[in-house]
């Protein structure tokens, strides 16, 4: 590798595009990186010609340790057109255009393929909302699932939507892990960045297919090739299907210049100068995860268990220099991992975990821990 890029996002988890592919024409690693590098140049070119840049998208497609991923969960037994979607949609439509995330990524779609009783479970657990929400079959249950809303945009949006529609039931913290999260195979509708939403388009250039009325609320729609769209600007809903996670890590190492194992078959290590340093450095993030001060074969151990079905961000290869001496030696291949861990308050915590990763080996050292 010699041209430095980041890429924030890949989608092989749930869009099966570039899986298919290598079963079909035999694709090698190093072609699937040509191919996956090609894409992200040519929806960077679409955005900029836009006056967006990619590298603005990234908080709104990763997870961020201080931002919070939110269901707001509505009966769309309450709505009157069978067009229930659309209709839910001109309530918080405008609330996301006046009190929401000014980059996000916008998902929707009902709860399916989770039994009756645990769905009735895991809402009575997580809904923040009234105590006696109507029990319905899961289906019924409607999804508006957002990405970096801080505590007080959230705040602000659930009061809104109380007081536009009766529909709304409340909303589920999907910061971290619940049960709900495996039953939300939610398409992705649009991207927010400022006055702009980033739809799929179809084959003539058409944006926003689906009709929701962004521009109602004053939103610029601006679409983006739909299989470009479906694998570098659509967020991945970590649904906690293992088999997933190890066929998107495929892929996704292939493009740090991996050979298509997944990320669980690699070694993860620190050595004690690392290990110093994430003390020193990280100390608080280790403490609070139960990590600090062990030895760190132990900890490289904990952090490959929770990594290993875990998907992976932020992928960059980074030119190695002295100075401003080019040194080859130092060029370095990065990815970030989100991990949990219980906290010191017997709750769950969400971590950001940085990688530099090795191909010749396919081994990862742990560099930061946050």
Known sequence: MSTPFTIHSINAYTHGLLGSMIGMFGLEPSQMRELVL???????????????????????????????????????????????GLE?????????????PEKTAISVGDI??????????ALHRHLVGPEDFPILSPELYFVTYMTNLTAGQLKKMDSELRNRTSAYLGYVDCTVWNPLKFAMLLPQVGLRIGSKIITTADEDGNANLPGYPFEASGFETIGVDDDQYSILLDHRLDNGVPAWAEDDSRIALSVLGGDFSPLSDGDVFANDLRITYLQESHGASLQRAGLFGI????????????????????LRFI????????????????????VEFPDEEAGVKRYQVGLKYRAVDHSSEITTFF
């Open 319 to 338: 030119e190695g220099s002295r100075g401003s001496e080019r040194v080859p030696e130092l060029d370095a291949s990065m990815f970030t991992v989100q």
């Open 112 to 121: 399916i393929g989770l039994p009756a009783e645990l769905a009735w479970s």
């Open 38 to 84: 090609d894409m992200h140049g040519q929806v960077t070119e679409r955005l900029r010609a836009e006056s967006i840049e990619y590298s603005d998208l990234r908080n709104a497609l990763t997870p961020t340790s201080k931002k919070h991923e939110v269901a707001f969960i509505f009966d769309s037994t309450r709505v009157e057109s069978w067009h229930y």
């Open 88 to 100: 839910l949609a001109e309530s918080w439509i405008p609330i996301l255009s006046d009190l929401g």
């Open 295 to 314: 030895d760190k074969d132990i900890l490289s151990g904990a952090v490959k268990e929770k990594i290993s079905s875990g998907l992976v961000y932020n």
